[in-house]
């Protein structure tokens, strides 16, 4: 079963904004969901009330459809990984995976093996005798990993467990949470800053802003049809400009894409342009027309470089050129070049998709 957050509200200043405002959305059975947002979104909030470290002001938390809210935390039947590891530095690894169960007060046998079983999961079955302060940090977050899994939780809430780690243990780690994942099938919830993230790793997506759901759904629904302007950005990394409809075509700035059928001449669009649908283009010298948008960042990344354009309208661009083509190219910042978009998402009127 799933779980589900209901008009949950949680204020901690009185008269402040809500870290956390009316927020209701369903986890689905089984699955992976990301609460995805920038910081202060209210993501560690919502996952703190829904493991029963925090109080709402107002709202319920169902947790296999048997209401939560004011239940205490060991009753939750969950297991929590944070971002730091949270082991105890005294203890040896297997001492660390007993100790949630020994205060359970389950049979010495069935701690052992249940240890055991747990070193297996995370393939660790070497390190066992092994004190946190000899484990690598990708390794120590796994060890809390196997403790949280230890106590058969229904649910996992995970709050940026990979936070803490380089970018290269991340990914790895990433993959490793997916197969772990497919093995114990366990209802998870994931708190992420990272949009590549939570588009990687989960089924099912929620966004959020300022304490609301900004939207919810499959990645590649929040991907390829983003409800606000907000998640365009966050999660695509998407430019929003503004223009009008001219002969059938939107004009955006000195740009050009095809409008919607529905619009009329006059009317106002807005345009959904993604990196890495844009083409650049130098002007040869005094040939064609001049180009208008202005070179003002670039930055390697990779195997691509980022581009950050100011379009003539004042409007920033955001653009990512494959590194072979960017040599070819050859622009510095500072250079005028023409941007051609290949593919845009044009809306009419104001931000309903
Ligand atoms: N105990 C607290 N007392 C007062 N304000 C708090 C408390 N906990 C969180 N807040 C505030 O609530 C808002 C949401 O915080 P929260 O930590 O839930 O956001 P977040 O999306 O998890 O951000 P981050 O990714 O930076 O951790 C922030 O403005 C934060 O300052």
New binding site residues.
Partial sequence: MSVIVEHLTRQ??QGG?P??SDVSFQAPSGAITTLL??????????LRIIAGLELPDAGRVLIEGVDCTNMPVQQRGIGVVFQSYALFKHMTVRENLAFGLETRRLPRAEVEARVDEMLKLVQLEELGARYPGQLSGGQRQRVAFARALAIRPKLLLLD?PFGALDSRVRVELREWLQSLHERTGVTTLL?T?DQEEALEISQHVVV?SE?RVAQEGPPEEIYDRPATPFVASFVGGTSVLRGQVRSGRARVGSLEVEAPQSAREGETVQAFVRPHDITLVKPAQGVGEPATSLVKRLKPVGGYVKVLLKLPTGESMAVEVPRAEFDKLGVVEGDLVHADVRMAKVFVGDYVI
């Fill in positions: 901690f200043t904004t870290a956390v947002g920038p910081s202060g979104a209210g993501k560690s909030t919502l940026e708190v800053h959020l304490g």
